[in-house]
């Protein structure tokens, strides 16, 4: 079943957050339309290569014209509409920038692979969970309800002062009249009227001055308590949420929203500022004594100038965190001379800022770091902010050729001298910049979540680790004196990001009996999740218990193998992985003979072995472990095919398979026969002088047991023979003939 028919099946709750991430950059029709297509090519690969990521997406653009010559013989006008939009994005967005559209479906696709991961766990982590309450989506409706109000206020106060203009200039028509009458005619009774209806009028324009300053107070108020309190939170919500989508957490949504909300909150602002203004344009033309005008208007007006500075320096957010391409899941680890990149968005969308805002980028600016290292950014480090290089078309910059390079140090002290390792220091990249619009200059500024730089890719695990433990234990953005004491974790948090470095890596998470084993692993024994606090180093400095490397260096080595090696047989659900030597006898004790499961080696890093219950002749359970495989080994032979061929030698006997069946009761070839490669039965024999060349070899893993032991005397041993002469092997000769082959002094115990 393909990846996306699987996420068709899910709950309506998870399906609404596959559409939060869908949008025009990667509209979902052409998700549905070519899933297996889609599915089949190496967008992580193509997102950083551009030659490959050209020829994906030229072979998309073919797909998408396939698909519309389908529909279009079909007369199916709304899709072939939609079809000739998403053809024309293709060609126009991503022409110049392949890459772009490679990441953006990397991205869905890991998303939706965490997402089925968060579908079939049991129970919803407490980290996921708190970003999902239902307190916070009644905030965010509130809020959108709240702008839209003060959005209709200002307007309706706009009707106000158009009438008041028109009442004054009425009055003015009026009172000039009769002032350009002769004396003899003011005295007229008719004229006195007049005049008593003129007191009368400029009662009326004092009482909707004070009415027209009153209301305009009153949005400017609720704009202030909007502002103060709920859009606020709103804010530091979306940025936890996106630390915690850095680590690999839910993707976070709801900028778009927040844009909207600013965007609409500013213009209401610049809407009151110019009625402010116009009210001192009547005040020129009229005043009077106890006019509230030349009182109340000075103060609003300062108000209204301190709202727009305010918001405007919350609007300036980093959308998109720094990023080597290279790592796109590990952002913010940066090695020094590679290019990151990392995007900014003003959320004021107003088109009298389009390509006026320039950016500057800077890196610990103005900030002690505990770190003697120093760094400059080479690359274009000043750009224009724009509303076209955004699908949405927000006013946004992305800085895509930053490049970090460590400056010098003066003679007798080295760069990494300090009281922490490389992978604790931290670093904040800046940027600044200066919008000026109506009258006003607001100077803007904004950092980057803390950053570790390293110089050698060896130093990028650790680095990671410091990232992970940041975010998950802080919201401070810039506490770069975090290792001086960095505060212990909850377990129960921990281990819903170790699920997550799963579900986003290798696109499938762990479940709560695996977490178990990685609970146990690091505290040493069983305890409740809710209360317990694991510290920094248990987690990445100090080593395990009679063990030369510490947990986290394990636990990357694994991540690292199914990455590599197996991961088709990891997202499969195939893999036990995480279970002690102790948890896996009681097991499998009362299984079938030949019933086997697949772990991870706890001593070697990046290993996997497999374990098989079998019977003595007197009834007794025994077990066999073979030596874990890791990453050599496994670049030699695909781990689906050790499986399916995988040998026994025991003492008197015939080699044969021992493994009959995946943990509990799965069919062996049921469980992994679409990943063997081809047959050794399925290869031609070969011809009676050998045909061209060399006859074709395979290696063939072979363990022999001895009586007195129940372990492999030699585990996974790999025998070399051609899969033609295999088959042979096994069709012609007898058992006897064929334990003599393999007893001939080309086999290996």
């Known amino acids: 079943m393909s990846q996306w028919s699987q996420v068709q099946q899910l709950e309506i709750k998870f399906l609404e957050q596959v559409d939060q991430f869908y949008d025009d950059n990667f509209p979902m029709e052409i998700r549905h339309l070519l899933a297996q297509w889609i599915e089949s090519q190496d967008w992580e690969a193509a997102a950083n290569n551009e030659a490959m990521a050209m020829i ?34 293709l060609q126009g967005k991503y022409h110049g920038n392949p890459m772009h559209i490679a990441v953006i479906i990397s991205n869905c696709l890991r998303e939706e692979r965490r997402i089925l991961a968060a579908a079939s766990m049991p129970v919803q982590g407490p980290l996921e969970k708190s970003l999902q309450s239902s307190v916070v989506s009644e905030r965010q409706r509130n809020v959108e309800h709240k702008v839209s109000a003060i959005k209709n206020s200002a307007q309706m106060t706009d009707q106000d002062v158009k009438y008041l203009e028109d009442l004054q200039e009425e009055f003015d028509f009026r009172y000039k009249t009769i002032q350009s009458l002769e004396q ?84 209401s602002l610049f809407q009151v500022r110019r009625q402010l203004e116009k009210l001192d344009e009547l005040l020129t033309r009229l005043t009077y004594d106890g006019d509230p005008i030349p009182v109340q208007r000075p103060q609003l007006l300062e108000k209204v100038n301190f709202l727009l500075y305010n918001l405007f320096r919350n609007s300036f957010v980093v959308e998109r965190q720094p990023c080597m391409p290279t790592h796109p899941q590990r952002p913010m680890v940066l090695k020094t001379l590679i290019q990151f990149t990392v995007k900014l968005r003003l959320l004021i969308k107003l088109p009298e800022l389009n390509y006026q805002i320039r950016v500057k980028a800077t890196i610990d600016k103005n900030v002690s770091t505990v770190s003697n290292r120093r760094f400059v950014l080479c690359g274009t480090h000043v750009k224009a902010m724009n509303m076209d290089e955004s699908a949405n078309g927000s006013l946004s910059v992305e800085f895509r050729h930053l490049q970090p390079k460590e400056m010098k140090t003066s003679a007798g002290s080295k760069g990494n001298e300090g009281p922490h390792m490389v992978t604790e220091e931290l670093h904040s990249i800046s940027f600044e910049t200066q919008v000026c619009l109506y009258g006003l200059t607001i100077n803007l500024e904004t950092s980057s979540l803390p950053v570790v730089m390293i110089s050698n890719v060896s130093q990028l695990p650790n680095a990671w680790a410091s990232i992970i433990w940041y975010n998950l234990s802080t919201n401070d953005p810039q506490n770069l004196s975090f290792f001086n004491n960095p505060p212990a974790a909850t377990l129960s948090q921990l281990l819903e990001v170790l699920s997550w470095q799963f579900s986003s890596y290798v696109g499938r998470g762990l479940n709560s009996e695996q977490l178990n084993m990685l609970a146990e692993k690091l ?3 069983q ?53 002690s030597k102790e948890k896996e006898r009681i097991l499998l004790k009362d299984k079938t003979p030949g019933t086997f499961l697949l772990r991870f080696s706890e001593s070697n890093l990046g290993g996997i072995t497999f374990t098989w219950v079998d019977q003595l002749e007197n009834g007794d359970v025994t077990f066999h472990s073979v030596e874990p495989y890791n990453k050599g080994r496994l ?38 026969g679409k990943h063997y490669s081809c047959q050794p039965s399925e290869v031609s024999k070969p011809s009676d002088g050998g045909g061209k060349g060399y006859v074709p070899s395979v290696f063939i893993p072979v363990s022999k047991i001895l009586n007195d032991s129940t372990e492999p005397h030699s585990p996974s041993d790999l025998l070399p023979m051609s899969p033609s002469v295999y088959a042979v092997l096994r069709e012609h000769l007898s058992p006897t003939a064929i334990e003599t082959a393999l007893s001939s002094p080309y086999s290996t115990d």
């Open 527 to 579: 305890v409740s999740y809710n209360d317990y606090q694991l510290s920094w180093a248990k987690f990445c400095k100090e080593h395990l218990p009679g063990k030369c490397f510490t947990f986290w260096v394990w636990l990357e080595a694994i991540l690292d193998l199914i990455k590599k090696h197996i991961l088709p047989l990891w997202i499969d659900g195939y893999i036990m992985g995480f279970v």
């Open 635 to 672: 670049s030699a032979l695909p781990f689906a095919d050790i499986l399916r061929d995988y040998k026994v030698i025991m003492a008197d006997n015939v080699p044969e398979n021992p493994l009959k069946y995946l943990y509990p009761d799965i069919p062996k070839d049921k469980a992994f």
């Open 523 to 525: 505290t040493g024994q």
């Open 56 to 89: 994906l997406l030229q072979n998309l653009i073919i797909q998408v014209d396939e698909q519309l010559d389908r529909v279009s013989q079909e007369k199916n006008l709304l899709l072939i509409h939609n079809l000739k939009r998403v053809r024309k994005l």
């Open 184 to 267: 003899n005619d003011k005295n007229s009774a008719l004229i006195k009227q007049e005049m008593l209806a003129l007191q009368a009028m400029l009662n009326t324009l004092d009482y909707k001055r004070k009415e027209v300053l009153s209301k305009i107070g009153r949005v400017i108020h609720e704009i202030d308590v909007l502002m103060s309190n709920m859009l606020t939170e709103e804010l530091l919500d979306w940025k936890r949420r996106q630390q915690i989508a850095c680590i690999g957490g839910p993707l976070h949504g709801g900028l778009d929203q927040l844009q909207n909300c600013f965007t609409l909150l500013a213009e």
